[in-house]
């Protein structure tokens, strides 16, 4: 008896409904007929293009009725995940490998490769050596008298990330040239803001008034790291970069505004952030804020991952930031 075919025997034996959809789901996958991660981002309800498949319309169809995978199915779908990343990541080294010999004998063709990214201006975020910054990471905020910190839907504070004196910042078109920008996240809730119900684990808050100091809602859990800022450039390709080595690309980084460092979907996220939020279509999106995973102060967003705080460019023109999405992603 085959593998799958043990599978339909415990499916039929649980006489579960949808025994027929998850071994044609478990078979589309393992003969690479379907998509694997697709499957998978599908029961996790992460946005992605059109459905038009009639097994996968089916699986969204009884996830909206209530179904659950059976585990059996999820281990499936993980095991074919990991080994279309194992060939991707072959199949990616193998090119950069090729590319980095043609590049060193051939340097004029790197240069012209890298001619084709397209740059924006944007601002770096780096440790204050001076100390004496208002802007800074963690510990408490130092919000205006009456200003509470924010909660979440279930009431609790949510966690301090940063807060950002707007005069202490580079000139900028976009960004206020006074006031304070204070950015909260619930840091256990860990939300992605892949679906609309994730609103609300987090807060992005900007206050003309002047600080009254430290106002903790409970005790900092990490050590506040006071904030410096410069100017700096990002770059977006739309062509995987092979044979180009690191340090000549924009690396992970604490930054505002330009483009995000791209690790799953990059340019994609402002698309789902119109999709997920309803915005009419066209909606342009600006990073406001994007955080990264560091070590010196204890984050660890899952997997090394970031998170990318966005708002509207006609919010951000108004000053309005009570609309700011947040998605998370990571390795």
């Given amino acids: 008896m085959g593998?799958?075919?043990?599978?339909?025997?415990?499916?039929?034996?649980?006489?579960?409904?949808?025994?027929?959809?998850?071994?044609?789901?478990?078979?589309?996958?393992?003969?690479?007929?379907?998509?694997?991660?697709?499957?998978?981002?599908i029961i996790n309800d992460i946005p992605g293009e059109e459905i038009t498949d009639p097994l996968l319309l089916k699986l969204q169809s009884a996830l909206r009725a209530g179904y659950k995978p059976s585990p059996e199915l999820m281990s499936v779908l993980n095991n074919c995940i990991q080994n279309d990343y194992s060939k991707t990541i072959i199949a990616f080294e193998t090119k950069n490998?090729?590319?980095?010999?043609?590049?060193?004998?051939?340097?004029?063709?790197?240069?012209?490769?890298?001619?084709?990214?397209?740059?924006?201006?944007?601002?770096?975020?780096?440790?204050?050596?001076?100390?004496?910054?208002?802007?800074?990471?963690?510990?408490?905020?130092d919000l205006p008298p009456g200003l509470p910190v924010p909660a979440n839907p279930e009431g609790k504070p949510l966690d301090f990330i940063a807060q950002i004196s707007c005069t202490e910042l580079p000139p900028s078109?976009?960004?206020?040239?006074t006031g304070t920008l204070y950015f909260f996240y619930d840091i256990k809730a860990a939300k992605s803001g892949n679906t609309e119900s994730d609103g609300g684990y987090w807060k992005v808050i900007y206050s003309t008034d002047a600080p009254a100091g430290s106002t903790p809602a409970a005790p900092a859990e990490y050590e506040e790291k006071r904030i410096a800022f410069a100017p700096g450039k990002t770059w977006h390709s739309t062509e995987i970069e092979y044979g180009i080595e690191s340090?000549?690309?924009?690396?992970?980084?604490?930054?505002?505004?330009?483009?995000?460092?791209?690790?799953?979907?990059?340019?994609?996220?402002?698309?789902?952030?119109?999709k997920i939020t309803g915005s009419p279509a066209g909606t342009e999106w600006i990073l406001l804020l994007q955080v990264d995973s560091d070590d010196d102060i204890g984050w660890m967003w899952s997997d090394a991952g970031m998170l990318y705080f966005w708002i509207r460019k006609d919010d951000l023109a108004r000053r309005n930031f009570d609309h700011v999405w947040m998605i998370k992603e990571c390795y």
């Fill in 3 to 41: 593998f799958f075919d043990k599978i339909k025997q415990v499916l039929s034996g649980a006489n579960s409904q949808y025994e027929e959809m998850e071994f044609d789901l478990m078979d589309g996958v393992e003969l690479a007929k379907l998509n694997a991660l697709r499957v998978f981002d």
């Fill in 97 to 141: 490998n090729e590319m980095k010999a043609f590049y060193a004998e051939h340097p004029e063709e790197k240069e012209k490769a890298l001619a084709k990214r397209v740059w924006k201006d944007s601002i770096d975020l780096k440790k204050d050596e001076s100390g004496k910054n208002f802007s800074k990471f963690t510990g408490a905020p």
């Fill in 173 to 177: 078109k976009e960004l206020p040239t």
């Fill in 247 to 274: 340090e000549d690309t924009a690396g992970k980084k604490h930054q505002m505004l330009g483009f995000p460092f791209e690790i799953q979907r990059g340019e994609d996220m402002k698309d789902d952030c119109t």
